[in-house]
């Protein structure tokens, strides 16, 4: 029964390399554990419950660990970057002609409002979103000046 283990064992180990969660290594491990059991006692049900409840413990006590060291948070593209910083209009945006241009950290992107508005060339908007190759603006209130 030790080579079924071993095969078993062999199959989880492949199929890790496959995969990227370092889950099924464990299962793995666990089949090994399996396997070294078949040596003292040629009880399935024994062998099994090894295979079941090591790889189980294995898996819950290395998970934090692993998470730890493996747990990436996305980062940030140069595009989605520029979501919430203010930009220059050198370009009227207006909806009806489909035209409108920002400069924001010296780069131009093409704009488009939330509202359909005109927003004059030379006006300051806040980046709301990025829509495909676009990006989403809102006019920056103007202060009055008396």
Known sequence: ?????????????????????????????????????????????????VFVISSALLILITKPFVKKFVDVKPTKTNAFSIIGKKALVI????????????KVNGEVWTAETENDEIIAEGSEVEILQIKGVKVVVKELAVAIQK
């Open 91 to 102: 370009k009227e945006i207006n909806p009806i002609k489909s035209t409108g241009q920002i």
């Open 1 to 49: 029964m030790w080579q079924i283990w071993l095969i078993i064992a062999g199959l989880f180990f492949v199929a890790e390399m496959i995969t990227v969660g370092f889950l099924v290594f464990w299962l793995g491990v666990g089949a090994l554990f399996a396997m070294v059991v078949s040596f003292f006692t040629s009880n399935l049900i024994a062998q099994t419950t």
